[in-house]
């Protein structure tokens, strides 16, 4: 796994944890010691983070964590949505060999 997806997990994990708080704004020096993470994975991370709309980059104050407001959490449904709808069909679209498969490793993964 490259560092800047354990940053990403990490800040993930922060927001969900509350080690981070929504709302709040830090420097990345702040987020580095608070995750234990290099500069450079992090703000590989940060750049992810804010293409999808958990934090906001700003210049030479630090990047302030997003609340989630009704508009992202409606969003966030209807992609889910538009995926599982494709997952669904192409499961039942492939031949039944590829689908014994698929089954028997989520058999075994649970």
Known sequence: MKL??????????????ARIEAGAVMSQAD?????????SPLREAIQVLGSE????????????????????IKNSF??????EREAVLKYARAP????????R???RSC
Request: aromatic fraction near 4%.
């Open 53 to 72: 709309g958990l934090l906001k980059v700003m210049p030479r104050s630090g990047v302030k964590i997003m609340k989630p407001d009704m508009e992202l």
């Open 31 to 39: 987020l580095v010691r608070l995750l234990d993470l290099l500069i």
């Open 96 to 103: 039944r060999p590829l689908v014994s498969r698929l089954g």
């Open 4 to 17: 800047s997806q354990v940053a990403y997990r990490r800040f993930k994990e922060g927001l969900l944890t």
């Open 105 to 107: 490793r989520a058999t």
């Open 78 to 83: 209807q992609l889910r949505r538009i995926l």
